[in-house]
């Protein structure tokens, strides 16, 4: 391995670590809650799958070094679409995010989702009939060399344990990867949100695997839901979106950030926000420079 490869493990080592302390410490969190104030934006983002492109422009949308109460919540960064054989190279955004973490430790923040979360916890799942998990690792690895892989792998993962789970928004609007199912409500462990996370909350029936998978809306699940949570709409991902978004049942918001017709929402905290007000306001990558 070069020295240049050296260096470069070691300083993406360094940034993911720091970043990883930086989601631990984050003053506007509280357990695995993000609790935005009743000020200033933030811009949420759904899926982004690898999408160096699409994030570029969010960092040039959102400026923030110039807009101080503006925050931006990412999610579901890695296992980028990558035909078989090929290297997943989605590990190259989850390192752009990680540095913008230790750029703007009070703006950005992250959420868990079902990719980065399987990646932590070693559950193989299949896209366009690859093992992403094993890809994602094998193509860190190649990119850092067997010693520099490890060592960049390992702070890769201490990087998405420190994620938080949710955030929530002072004017009533709930934010998570997904939700738990109308199936999962009568076992869901509420208390995840109040109180440090234990490795059953991470593993499949725990609270955050049915918080990160699950697909399914009811009238009486996002009814009750918001009864426990005290909002109002629920904005998530992790449903594609070939067009960018869609609302469901009038209370759900679905985002995707991966693609061409990917979209992000700016949202002002400051005043009350319906779901008409949610959708006028989303915004295309495609219309940003």
């Given amino acids: 391995m070069t020295n240049t ?8 080592t360094d940034v993911l670590l720091r970043a990883a302390e930086a989601n ?14 009743d000020y200033g934006q933030v811009v949420l983002t759904g899926d982004m799958h690898g999408n160096r492109a699409n994030f570029a422009k969010l960092a040039r949308f959102a400026m923030l070094d110039r807009a101080t109460v503006r925050h931006v919540i990412l999610h579901e960064l890695i296992h980028a679409d990558t035909p078989p054989g090929g290297l997943d190279m989605s590990h190259e955004l989850l390192l752009d995010a990680a540095r913008w973490k230790c750029d703007f430790p ?7 989702s079902n990719h980065e979360l399987s990646q932590l916890t070693d559950h193989q799942i299949l896209k366009g009939g690859r093992v992403v998990i094993e890809d994602f690792r094998r193509s860190v690895e190649l990119t850092y060399g067997p010693a520099g892989g490890r060592r960049v792998y390992e702070a890769m993962l201490e990087f998405l344990a420190s994620f938080p789970i949710a955030a929530r928004t ?3 609007i709930w934010v998570s990867h997904s939700l738990p199912t109308p199936d999962d409500i009568a076992t869901f462990d509420f208390s995840v949100f109040d109180r440090e996370l234990r490795p059953d909350d991470l593993r499949p029936g725990g609270a955050v695997y049915q918080l990160v998978w699950g697909r399914r809306f009811t009238t009486p699940q996002l009814a009750e839901l918001g009864r426990r949570w005290d909002v109002d709409s629920f904005v998530v991902g992790h449903i594609p979106q070939d067009f960018g978004y869609d609302v469901r049942l009038g209370r759900v918001l679905i985002l995707a950030s991966d693609h061409n017709h990917g979209v992000f929402l700016p949202l002002e905290l400051s005043r009350p926000q319906q779901m008409d007000d949610l959708v006028a306001a989303i915004r295309k990558f495609v219309a940003v420079p």
Wanted: proline letters at 6%; charged letters at 30%; aromatic letters at 10%.
């Fill in 5 to 12: 490869g050296r260096v470069e493990a070691a300083e993406a």
């Fill in 24 to 37: 631990r410490t984050d003053p506007f969190r509280r357990y695995g809650v993000v609790r935005l104030p």
């Fill in 106 to 112: 009070e703006q950005v923040h992250f959420l868990q």
């Fill in 170 to 172: 002072a004017n009533r």
